[in-house]
């Protein structure tokens, strides 16, 4: 089975300081991987995917993420952090479950904090 | 606009009631899926349906029941078994049943309160 780490609960930066959200992952073939971010009492929107095309993905609102086979990683980066960034985020696995269907596996979430 | 929709967005109950949650898409997406989340925890998987009149049971099924009768609906029933019945819902769509690439996407939530 797989399972995804989200090695840190809470992350704290400054206004326009670079963010940095890390996420590891078991996987036994090549997985489908996501961040989604949660806005307080919203649902959850889609930042970026990896599917085994390009090992650098960029995704809305200026965020992106590394896959690293090697390292079992897909750290979630943005250059500079902007107040509305403030959320929670989840990596997310993909897997095929045992009939066929499509099951993600999340991890337990970062909180973003962000002060000015 | 195509996307999934939730309601109510808050909801009490008294204990010992069934309740009747609701979601909706117009995505004309195959598969939807019903999420609960805790404080602090990722999503858990509730049920799953790949086809009209068809579904599943996900990781924590038991208390819960669904239907889906139509490919747009796909309401979830919390029954008076379910032990901690308090938290939020998350209804959630996707393209293609059998594809690990293909996202899903979520719908805004319901809120549910026992008391």
């Known amino acids: 089975a797989q399972s995804v780490t989200q090695l840190d609960s809470h992350v704290s930066v400054s206004e326009g300081t670079p963010v940095l959200l890390r996420c590891n992952y078991s996987?036994?073939?090549?997985?489908?991987l996501f961040w989604y971010v949660q806005h307080p009492n919203k649902g959850l929107q889609l930042l970026l995917k990896?599917?085994?095309?390009?090992?650098l993905v960029k995704g809305i609102n200026g965020f992106e993420a590394e896959f690293k086979k090697s390292e079992t990683s897909f750290h979630l980066t943005k250059p500079s952090a902007h107040m509305s960034d403030a959320a929670e985020y989840f990596c997310?696995?993909?897997?095929?479950?045992?009939?066929?269907?499509?099951?993600?596996?999340f991890g337990t979430g970062t909180r973003l904090l962000v002060s000015p | 606009d195509g996307g999934i929709t939730q309601s109510p967005k808050y909801l009490f109950r008294k204990e010992g009631q069934n309740v009747t949650l609701s979601c909706e898409q117009n995505?004309?997406?195959?598969?939807m899926y019903w999420y609960r989340q805790d404080p602090g925890q990722g999503l858990r998987l509730i049920y799953y349906?790949?086809?009209?009149?068809?579904?599943q049971k996900g990781d924590i099924a038991e208390g819960y029941s669904v239907s889906r009768e139509k490919k747009e609906s796909f309401p979830l029933t919390v029954t008076s078994a379910q032990k901690n019945p308090t938290a939020f819902y998350l209804c959630?769509?996707?393209?293609?049943?059998?594809?690990?690439?293909?996202?899903?996407?979520f719908g805004p939530g319901t809120r549910l309160t026992v008391t």
């Open positions: 990896y599917t085994s095309a390009a090992t």
């Open positions: 997310v696995v993909s897997e095929k479950g045992n009939t066929g269907f499509q099951k993600l596996v």
């Open positions: 349906s790949q086809i009209v009149n068809d579904f």
């Open positions: 995505l004309n997406h195959d598969a």
């Open positions: 996987s036994s073939y090549s997985p489908s």
């Open positions: 959630a769509s996707s393209r293609e049943r059998s594809s690990a690439s293909y996202e899903q996407y």
